[in-house]
């Protein structure tokens, strides 16, 4: 059984879980805690550091990952490369979703534009090691 772990701030897709499922061979889903996700969505933009705020992710993970588990990671671009680098020491496969954005310009009587984004999931794509070893 392979879990998906979901780490971001918006409610999978019906058109994202049928992929994971599909391509990823995701037979579960785990959504963290409320308290794991109020952390997740509300990273204080005034810290210089995050490696202590986000222990209880740390802590969240080890609880209910196995190795070879899937992790979904969007976010703050820092804490994200910190929980990717989790990922890896637990023998996780992070992942993140590709989308397609299509605009929609529309002249309004007034002179004004109303520009309409939609997005639409394309595929998961694994975060990558650069190196096959830590840098030192």
Not at 15 to 43: C, H, K, M, N, Y
Not at 51 to 76: F, M, S
């Amino acid at each position: 059984m392979t879990q998906l772990l979901l780490l971001f701030n918006h409610r999978l897709t019906p058109t994202q879980e049928s992929d994971a499922r599909r391509r990823l061979g995701i037979t579960g889903f785990i959504e963290p805690p409320a308290d794991i996700q109020t952390l997740w969505g509300q990273v204080p933009s005034e810290l210089e550091t995050l490696a202590n705020y986000l222990q209880p992710v740390r802590n969240w993970l080890a609880a209910h990952a196995k190795p070879r588990d899937y992790i979904l990671i969007q976010g703050d671009f820092g804490a994200c490369f910190l929980v990717a680098q989790m990922a890896f020491k637990l023998d996780l496969i992070a992942v993140y979703a590709t989308t397609r954005r299509e605009a929609v310009e529309e002249h309004l009587p007034d002179g004004s534009v109303r520009l309409t984004h939609q997005f639409r999931h394309v595929i998961f794509r694994k975060y990558e090691r650069l190196f096959s070893t830590p840098c030192q």
